[in-house]
């Protein structure tokens, strides 16, 4: 498969019309229909369902436009890379950030980086940490904010300072709200909305010292915004991290004698990276030591 022709794939699959796609292509709809049809031979597999008004993806363009469009970024991002090595610093650094407060000492890093080095921008992916190390493996994704545990084998590291506290956010008008901190016997008895991060459920179990059967889980989430609407909506109690932003009538309260966590700004170990990553990481190295 050529890039060049993946492109084309990807233009019709947004356009939903070959012929509105070959205009944006700048080429011809027989050149592009042809293309497209040698493509489905080199796979062995139909693409597209046609008819008189629109095209569609069949089970197998759904696949290969998600396959497609990860190539196509890291095509790209690989020329850019590549095109800057003999140059003064300058480039895109992808990283994948966790919703945590350790990300204020990220932004001051990457804060100072760009002082020194103005053609540096960044692309910041928010998602959790599963979402992110998925990516890195992939190479769209050149360092992870992740919240521990993490394989220390696979990655190399720096340990950010900030601890991430948990507990839960509420609606203010809960009688949860007005205490310093609760117990799990506390919020044993609540509609509970928690994190879908595997490794984290089991910290929280052991916490609230239950069985997913001893629990009513209504939700569960990958980041949190959307749950602070089914909070303040009265579908249950969120249990999450504690975030430097407030949510206007919510309230966050600390869990009693709960997990610390650690946070690590990670990255693949053994990778080669270009020599802007590279810069980045060393001075993050030294950076977020000293703080």
Request: charged share 25%; net charge negative; proline share 2%.
């Amino acid at each position: 498969m050529e890039i060049r022709v993946l492109k084309y794939f990807l233009a019709v699959a947004r356009e939903e019309n070959i012929t509105r796609a070959a205009d944006r292509l700048n080429i011809t709809q027989p050149t592009l229909s042809r293309q497209l049809k040698q493509l489905e031979d080199e796979l062995g597999v139909k693409l597209f369902e046609r008819n008189k008004h629109r095209i569609s993806l069949t089970n197998d363009g759904l696949l290969l436009r998600r396959r497609a469009q990860e190539i196509v970024n890291l095509s790209e991002k690989t020329k850019n890379e590549v095109s800057h090595s003999n140059e003064e610093l300058s480039g895109d650094i992808a990283i994948g950030c966790g919703e945590l407060r350790s990300f204020d000492d990220l932004a001051k890093t990457i804060k100072l980086f760009q002082e020194l080095h103005p053609n540096v921008s960044f692309n910041i992916y928010s998602g959790n940490s599963e979402n992110i190390k998925e990516l890195m493996s992939q190479g769209l994704l050149e360092l992870g904010l992740l919240m521990e545990p993490v394989q220390i084998g696979k990655y190399d590291f720096v340990r950010m300072s900030t601890d991430e506290e948990w507990g839960v956010l509420v609606k203010k008008s809960s009688e949860l709200a007005q205490m310093e901190s609760v117990t799990a016997d506390d919020v044993k008895s609540y509609p509970l909305i928690l994190p879908a991060r595997v490794e984290v459920n089991h910290e929280i179990l052991n916490w609230l010292n239950a069985d997913m059967d001893d629990i009513n889980v209504v939700s569960r989430y990958n980041l949190i915004y959307n749950s602070t609407r089914l909070v303040l909506s009265g579908v249950g109690v969120a249990l999450c991290l504690k975030l430097d932003n407030g949510y206007d009538d919510l309230q966050f309260v600390p869990l009693h004698d709960s997990p610390i966590l650690s946070s690590v700004l990670a990255w693949q170990s053994g990778q080669i990276f270009s020599k802007t990553t590279t810069a980045f990481i060393e001075f993050a190295k030294k950076y977020l030591k000293g703080i």
